[in-house]
């Protein structure tokens, strides 16, 4: 059943608190955030931060400033600026939502 109403309720009390700049919410239980790059992995590749391991979460895009969406590879480097979009269970993107 679709219930647009609360889908769209749902995505902007998320995008309210300021930590996000998008979010889409699946069916069972995984979802997708698009926020800026937390400070604590500027300057790291994908693989040496440890998103996935810690936050279990995979970053599936990335966008530069001025630029386009790419994918996201385990070389990628994180530089300030970088917008990216994650994916994961609820809670798991959530709390990545919170490094920011």
């Known amino acids: 059943m679709v219930l647009p109403e609360f889908d769209m309720g749902e995505r902007i009390a998320h995008l309210v608190t300021g930590r996000m ?7 069972d239980n995984y979802a997708m955030v698009r ?15 440890g ?3 810690n936050f279990d979460v995979t970053v599936v895009a990335i966008k530069r400033r001025g630029g386009e969406f790419s994918y ?3 070389e ?5 600026s970088d917008q990216l979009i994650a994916s994961g269970s609820i809670d798991c993107v959530e709390s990545f ?4």
Request: avoid cysteine; charged fraction near 20%.
């Open 76 to 80: 990628t480097v994180v530089v300030n």
């Open 21 to 27: 700049l998008d979010y889409i919410e699946f069916d």
């Open 51 to 53: 998103l996935r391991e």
């Open 97 to 100: 939502a919170d490094l920011v």
């Open 72 to 74: 996201a590879t385990p």
């Open 35 to 49: 926020t800026t790059a937390p400070r604590a992995v500027i300057g790291m590749t994908l693989t040496g931060s």
